[in-house]
C-alpha cells in the first residue's frame, strides 16, 4: 500500500548515497537521471523492504536493478558490477510495475 511517508534525514542520506554509488559504479554524467526508491513486497519469500534502482543513459536507454533490502542498509558492494551494465536495460514495451 502506497501512501505518504515521513522519510527520516537518514533514510533520505540513504537514498541519495545508492543513487551516487550508481552514478559513480556505471560512470553516469551529472546529467543522467537516476531514481532511488524503495517498494514494499507482499509476496510470498520476498523480503518486506526492496530498494530498486532505475537510471537512463544519455542515449535515453533505461535500465534498473532491485537490491533486496531497506536503501539503509544497502552498502557499496551489493550494486551490480558496472560490466553487467547492459543485463540492466530494460527492454522497450516491457511492462515493469516497480520503475
Known amino acids: 500500500m502506497l501512501g505518504p511517508a515521513k522519510k527520516s534525514p537518514e533514510h533520505l542520506e ?25 517498494i514494499v513486497c507482499s509476496l510470498p519469500g520476498c523480503p518486506p523492504l526492496e530498494t530498486v534502482v532505475a537510471f537512463w543513459t544519455m542515449d535515453r536507454t533505461r ?9 539503509l542498509e544497502v552498502v557499496n558492494d551489493d550494486l551490480p558490477f558496472d560490466w ?13 510495475e516497480c520503475c
Do not use: N, Q
Open 84 to 96: 553487467y551494465m547492459d543485463a540492466l536495460v530494460v527492454p522497450e514495451g516491457y511492462g515493469c
Open 63 to 71: 535500465h534498473h536493478f532491485k537490491l533486496f533490502k531497506p536503501a
Open 14 to 38: 540513504a537514498l541519495d548515497r545508492v543513487k551516487e554509488w550508481t552514478r559513480e559504479r556505471f560512470k553516469l554524467p551529472e546529467e543522467a537521471v537516476i531514481l532511488v526508491s524503495e
